[in-house]
C-alpha cells in the first residue's frame, strides 16, 4: 500500500491547482473581455449601415440631380451666349455687305451716265442717255430709301458712342496739346462717315440731275459750262466719296476684325458656392 502524501504537501498541491485555474479563469475573460470591445453589437452597426444608405441616397439622388441640373444650366448659358456672339458676328458681316453694294451701285450707275455725257457725239448721247438715265434714276430712288435704313444699321450693329466725332466732324483738333492733330476718319464712328457719304452722295445727285434737265431741254447737245459742271461731279465722285467710302469700309472691317478676333469664352466647370 503506497504512502499518503504528508499534510503540508497535499496542502501545496491544492493551493497550485487553484492558482492554475484562477489563471486560466482570468486569462478566459480577458480574451472574451477584448472581443467584446472589438466586435460592436449587432443593433450598432445595422444603425451605420441604415445611416449610410441615407447619406448615399441624399449624395448621389437630392444633390447630384441638383449639381447636374446646375451645370447643365452654366453650360447651356454658355453655349448661348457663344450662339449669340456668333449671331452678332453674321448680322455686321451683313451690314457691311449691303453698305458697300448700296454705294457699288450708285457710284457705277452715276458714272456710266457721266460717261455718256462726256461722248463727243450728240447723236450717240441722244440715244443712249434717256435708258441710261432711267436707270440711273432707279438706282438713285433705291439708295435714297436704303441709305437711311443702312444709317440705323450701322449705328445699331457698330455703335455709335455719344458725341463721339463731333470735333472731327467740326475740324477741331483733338485733345493732346499744341502739337495735336486734326481729327482723321480713323477717329471718327462708322455711323457719321457714312452720314457725310449720304450728304456727298445727295449733293452729286441733286448735281446730276440738274445737268440731264439742261442736256434734255437742249436736245442733249452739251455746252462747255454743262461739261466743266459735270467734270466736277466726277471729282466728287473719285476723289472725295472715294475717300469717304474707302474710310467707311476699313472702319467698318476694323470693327469685325476686332470681333472675330476676341478670345472665346472658356468653359470651365462654374463652382454654385463662389
Not at 215 to 225: G, Y
Amino acid at each position: 500500500m503506497d504512502e499518503l502524501p504528508k499534510k503540508p504537501e497535499l496542502q501545496q498541491a491544492i493551493l497550485d491547482t487553484l492558482r492554475e485555474r484562477d489563471a486560466l479563469k482570468k486569462e478566459i475573460l480577458e480574451e472574451l473581455k477584448g472581443k467584446k470591445q472589438e466586435e460592436p453589437p449587432k443593433e450598432s452597426k445595422l444603425v451605420q449601415q441604415m445611416l449610410m444608405l441615407v447619406l448615399g441616397f441624399i449624395l448621389t439622388g437630392v444633390l447630384g440631380s441638383w449639381f447636374s441640373t446646375y451645370w447643365h444650366n452654366e453650360e447651356w448659358k454658355q453655349q448661348q451666349s457663344l450662339l449669340a456672339r456668333r449671331s452678332a458676328l453674321d448680322k455686321k458681316y451683313e451690314v457691311a455687305n449691303e453698305v458697300s453694294k448700296a454705294i457699288g451701285d450708285i457710284n457705277s450707275a452715276s458714272l456710266n451716265v457721266l460717261s455718256i455725257i462726256f461722248v463727243d457725239d450728240v447723236k450717240r448721247r441722244a440715244a443712249e442717255l434717256p435708258a441710261e438715265r432711267k436707270r440711273w434714276e432707279a438706282m438713285k430712288q433705291n439708295w435714297t430709301g436704303n441709305s437711311e435704313v443702312l444709317l440705323h444699321k450701322i449705328n445699331v450693329y457698330f455703335g455709335r458712342p455719344a458725341g463721339a466725332g463731333e470735333d472731327a466732324k467740326a475740324g477741331k483738333e483733338v485733345k493732346g496739346g499744341k502739337d495735336a492733330k486734326p481729327a482723321g476718319e480713323e477717329d471718327r464712328p462708322a455711323g457719321e462717315i457714312f452720314d457725310d457719304v449720304i450728304n456727298k452722295r445727295k449733293q452729286s445727285n441733286v448735281e446730276l440731275s440738274n445737268i440731264l434737265e439742261l442736256l434734255e431741254k437742249a436736245r442733249w447737245e452739251r455746252s462747255p459750262e454743262l461739261k466743266a459742271r459735270a467734270e466736277k461731279v466726277v471729282l466728287s465722285l473719285n476723289q472725295e466719296q472715294k475717300r469717304l467710302s474707302r474710310a467707311l469700309t476699313g472702319k467698318l472691317a476694323e470693327d469685325i476684325l476686332r470681333d472675330a478676333s476676341a478670345p472665346q469664352p472658356k468653359g470651365e466647370w462654374p463652382w454654385p458656392f463662389d
